[in-house]
């Protein structure tokens, strides 16, 4: 395996020096979750701060998902501890997601209740007090205007991801947890949604912890990357940092070189 240089020192919230002055909104640390075919992750540390934009990346298997959902308090750790806001989970998970909005490609979308109402329905499930004007607003922050009336079965896959986004932005969440979010899009609403959550963190300060196989999208959507190989952090920092260590001209070259050294060590296993 080619070893990357060594980061630049980094203060405890994973920033480089001098520290990031934005508050934490998610710290996790030593997460450890077992499963029986193995340790699917190892002792992961992991901040997001207000506004940040961090991609999750690495090979299938490296331990992206699991994360997330320990994040989410979907899954309890074996070892570690996380906090979102300052709430500890599991114990404070209500609270914890009242701040957080969640977004994959594998949610499902009713498929007879109109995009308006759809949307309606959870802005008074999230209690907030102008729903009618916050739907609104999201209609159009990500381009489904023109939707509002249609249903879930008269909409495209990726109609669908818009929509889903577009509920999961609707109290304004302070931190929002992707797991890839344009996974299979055209790429005109991949870019509708990258448009959207890039006004999010900029205008509302929303924290953006998202995981993609699309490493030139990651590039241009988030200001830091953290690599996961084999349930461990590889590699933590600036897109053009975490590729300059490991001697590569891209994200995708860090990629595709994790991938690989996966599979050696999957055959070496055999």
Do not use: W
């Not at 520290?19 to 540390?45: C, F, H, Q, T």
């Not at 750790?77 to 806001?85: A, C």
């Not at 701040?99 to 907030?128: K, M, N, Q, T, W």
């Amino acid at each position: 395996m080619l070893t990357p240089k060594p980061a630049p020192e980094r203060d405890s919230g994973g920033g480089t020096s001098p520290a990031d002055p934005r508050p934490v909104v998610l710290s996790a640390r030593g997460l450890v979750k077992e499963y029986r075919r193995g340790r699917a992750v190892d002792g992961v540390d992991l901040t997001v701060r207000a506004g940040e934009r961090l991609g999750l990346l690495g090979p299938n298997g490296a331990g992206k998902t699991t994360t997330l959902l320990m994040c989410l308090g979907a899954v309890e750790p074996d070892g570690g501890r996380i906090e979102i806001l300052g709430h500890r989970l599991p114990a404070a998970r209500a609270q914890a997601m009242q701040s957080v909005g969640f977004v994959a490609g594998y949610l499902p979308l009713p498929d007879r209740i109109r995009v308006r109402e759809y949307l309606r329905l959870y802005a008074d499930l999230y209690g907030l007090r102008d729903s009618a004007e916050a739907v609104e607003a999201a209609l159009v922050r990500f381009g489904i205007d023109h939707l509002a009336s249609a249903i879930g079965t008269e909409l495209s896959s990726g109609q669908r991801t818009l929509v889903g986004i577009a509920k999961a932005a609707l109290h304004r969440p302070r931190l929002m947890i992707l797991d890839e979010p344009t996974a299979s899009l055209d790429p005109d609403i991949a870019l509708r949604v990258r448009t959207g959550l890039l006004a999010l963190s900029d205008e509302q300060g929303t924290a953006l912890l998202i995981t993609s196989h699309d490493m030139l999208e990651v590039e241009r959507l988030c200001e830091r990357v953290m690599f996961l190989h084999g349930g461990k952090v590889a590699a933590d920092g600036a897109p053009a940092e975490v590729a300059q260590r490991y001697g590569r001209a891209d994200l995708e070259g860090v990629f595709l070189h994790l991938a690989e050294d996966r599979d050696r060590g999957k055959a070496s296993a055999r």
